[in-house]
């Protein structure tokens, strides 16, 4: 079993910048495709942001964050990033990082491990 801790959220104007990270422990993450997903408001299902193959060959997005967001993962750290750009208010949301089965997948249904989440909030 993969442990998931997310950092990096926070209060940010629009058009401003964040670094998410995503700290594994108890196994090795070079063995799963990974992927953040975020929840933009309570009860609402997670929604796909990013993913990445384990060694970083591939890498998707939802069609809102791509040119702003960068998904990457450093394998010998142990340690999977967001880096996100012209930040918007509607990217407000938790953000969650997780181990995937493939690095198609969109569905948190497809994603096993969780971190409890980072907040960002991006005021207009």
């Known amino acids: 079993q993969v442990q998931l801790v997310e950092s990096g959220g926070g209060l940010v104007q629009a058009g401003g910048s964040l670094r998410l990270s995503c700290a594994a422990s108890?196994?090795?993450?070079?063995?799963?495709?990974m992927g953040w997903f975020r929840r933009q408001a309570p009860g609402k299902e997670r929604e796909f942001v990013a993913?990445?193959?384990?060694?970083?060959?591939?890498?998707y997005y939802t069609d809102s964050v791509k040119g702003r967001f960068t998904i990457s993962r450093d394998n010998a750290k142990n340690m999977m990033y967001l880096q996100m750009n012209s930040l918007k208010s509607e990217d407000t949301a938790v953000y969650y990082c997780?181990?995937?089965?493939?690095?198609?997948?969109?569905?948190?249904?497809?994603?096993?491990?969780w971190g409890q989440g980072t907040e960002v909030t991006v005021s207009s």
């Open positions: 997780a181990t995937g089965r493939t690095v198609k997948c969109r569905s948190e249904k497809d994603f096993d491990c």
């Open positions: 108890g196994r090795p993450i070079s063995g799963y495709p």
């Open positions: 993913s990445i193959a384990r060694g970083s060959t591939s890498s």
